[in-house]
């Protein structure tokens, strides 16, 4: 590895039907699924409600490309679920964490310039586009990089 190529920590996240790439500075905790609770009314589908962390709401996010999974709004979930708590950017002290389902443990990576690549045949819909920062391929695995300003500032809206 070159000097000028540094490495970056990264967290995988099997998130449905794809993975989600997210620095590993972002990650403040890994815990179990529980089921979030949707207090608001006619919500889109990648907002999935709310868990209680730390005396927290923290909004749960839901970025797939695929939802046929789910049934009656809910999503089917395995037994090795899990929800990956991140730090919110803005740091609104009133929520400053934004959680993430995955299906099993998520995975360190390391990350830089010769292991990752814009994935150009990716096709994200309209309903998450805004959410999410880009599609690239680590090594040979597509995965989605979440857009976090974004996805706060529509938790923000929806709270409105």
């Not at 695929?66 to 991140?86: H, L, N, P």
């Not at 609104?92 to 010769?114: C, K, M, W």
């Not at 599609?135 to 995965?143: I, P």
């Amino acid at each position: 590895m070159s000097e000028n190529n540094r490495q970056v920590r990264g967290v995988l996240l099997a998130h449905f039907s794809q993975q989600l790439l997210l620095p590993n500075a972002v990650m403040a905790e890994v815990i179990g699924y529980r089921e979030p609770r949707l207090s608001l009314g006619d919500t889109p589908k990648w907002y999935r409600g709310d868990i209680l962390w730390r005396q927290f709401t923290t909004p749960i996010v839901r970025l797939d490309m695929d939802m046929t999974d789910m049934e009656d709004g809910k999503e089917q979930v395995g037994v090795r679920a899990r929800i990956a708590v991140c730090y919110a950017l803005d740091a609104d002290p009133e929520r400053p964490y934004i959680g993430f389902v995955t299906n099993s443990v998520p995975r360190l990576v390391h990350v830089d310039a010769d292991n990752v690549r814009p994935d150009r045949h990716a096709e994200i819909p309209e309903s998450i586009a805004k959410l999410v920062g880009a599609a690239v391929r680590v090594r040979d695995e597509s995965a989605l990089i979440p857009n976090m300003a974004a996805i706060e500032a529509e938790v923000l809206v929806l709270r409105s």
